[in-house]
């Protein structure tokens, strides 16, 4: 986040000029990258924890007797 952002608030009292409004709207377009990086991490993470249960508890299964 820039300082700009830090500082900046959109308020109908002030207008923004163009190149703050372009940095703020960078600013956005970053966390919302990262927040969906982490988002996709985490859901990565999930389904590999839930293919290894399954793993394990499909190793650990009686086999069936079909005769």
Do not use: F, H
Not at 43 to 66: C, F, G, H, T, Y
Request: without cysteine; negative net charge.
């Amino acid at each position: 986040m820039t300082e700009l952002s830090k500082k900046y608030r959109l308020t109908s009292m002030e207008e923004p000029t163009d190149e703050m409004l372009q940095e703020l709207m960078e600013d956005v377009a970053k966390a919302a990258r990262e927040s969906s990086a982490k988002a996709e991490a985490e859901l990565q993470r999930r389904l590999a924890e839930a293919a290894d249960i399954i793993a394990l508890r499909r190793s650990q299964r009686k086999p069936v007797n079909n005769g």
